[in-house]
């Protein structure tokens, strides 16, 4: 399973997913770029997530608020406080670790900490005891940099929906329950990185917060955790890949009253995909006292005010798109297209949902040395840009043009051959059924757009 995540790992760099970042300097640890298919699949997943939360219903609207906020929002977040991992440091080489990854972590927690495990780096047994590490990159805002104006990296998108809350609630006439969205970057100095893009120290969370009726809580909690989980069920993933995991009382984030993870079976073990907690009113009851704001909310049904209790479901989108990535890899031995002649060769498709794949159509001229071939493909290619995220490809045998599209998930492969230069049809082959037929160029667009939208289901 390990080897899988290599050949992710390979064919993210190799076909323009991911690379490392600043890679010509040797790169940087758990900072990744997302070259022109990756950022194409990111938008995509972005996309399908705003389109499902915000635009599909009437309750949710998108903000997009600033990175660099107030440095009491931090303050009241209680992040200054509790936004910590307890970090032991090697005393032979000098390496730090989270202690809570680390093999024997029994007295993590207690202050007390004999970590009883072997350095991965040196093979060293003894470990500073454990400290708490805040884990907000701090910058300063303007030109002086004292106290005054230290502030942070945002680490999680949510507390500028909460600082939010009124104005939002009154500019949109709102009456509970209604929610806000945010996706944009977070940052966080994680102590211990890896396994790819799973944990970065810069990546984008896609939230919701929720408000609801305090006692109305409970309920819009298991309402948020089945549209999460119905969401990534929706956008492809193998059922028995996913599962829900209920953190113990004693593991509860300072703010939670309850939290439900969604994990993935990643190659390297479950993981935390993604989230859904009962924030109740902590955060806006916090912002109230700090700012000195009323932040409660007039219920004119109830003729009462009150603060209302937020739902918060949660998602890394890097995460999510590793884990569609790993979901999505096929490997086909002996090779699944009749063009090539049957090697030993593995074929590698990438089964991502057509809505995220990054390119929806190929154009291919059967051979590159025909000019009129070209000349048509190219039209084609012209006709379909605006309407499609379209790749033209005229390189290598036509078997091998459909191998490297199967292996990015390309949607429609579209060859011109000699026919289209008589009756200007031209064969259209989809990815998964690698079934082909013949369409008339002009009606392109639109037979495309109906396949898009599964109109044609059997092809
Ligand atoms: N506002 C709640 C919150 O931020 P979280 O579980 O700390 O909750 C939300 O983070 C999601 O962000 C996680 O479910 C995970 O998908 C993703 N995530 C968290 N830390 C990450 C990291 N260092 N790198 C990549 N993704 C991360």
Known sequence: MKDLMSKIISLCKRRGFIFQS??????????????????????????EWIKRFVQNRNDVVLIDATVLMHPTTWKASGHIENFTDPLVECKECHSRFRADHMADSRFVGQGKAKIKDQCPQCGGKEFTPPRQFNLMFKTFLGPVEDET??????????QSMFTNFKLVQESMRFKLPFGMAQVGRCFRNEITTGN??????????????????????????DFWVDEWEKFFLDLGFRKENLRRYEHPKQALSHYSKRTIDIEYKFPFGWSELAGVANRTDFDLSQHSKFSGQDLNYYDEDLKKSYIPYVIEPTLGIERLLLALLIDAYQEVKGGRTKTTKATKEIEILLKLDKKLAPIKVAVLPLVRNKPELVKKAKEVYQLLKPHFVCQYDELGSIGRRYRRQDEIATVFCLTCDFQTLEDDTLTVRYRDTMKQERVKIKDLPTHIKKLMCGVYPKF
Not at 201 to 211: G, L, P, Q
């Open 149 to 158: 104006s230290l502030t942070y990296l945002r680490p999680e998108t949510a």
């Open 22 to 47: 600043s890679e010509i300097y040797g790169g940087v640890e758990a900072l990744w770029d997302y070259g022109p298919l990756g950022s194409l699949l990111k938008n995509n997943i972005k996309n």
């Open 196 to 221: 790819f893009t799973f944990r970065t120290r810069e990546f984008d969370i896609a939230e919701i917060e929720y408000f609801v009726k305090p006692g109305e809580d409970e309920k819009w909690f």
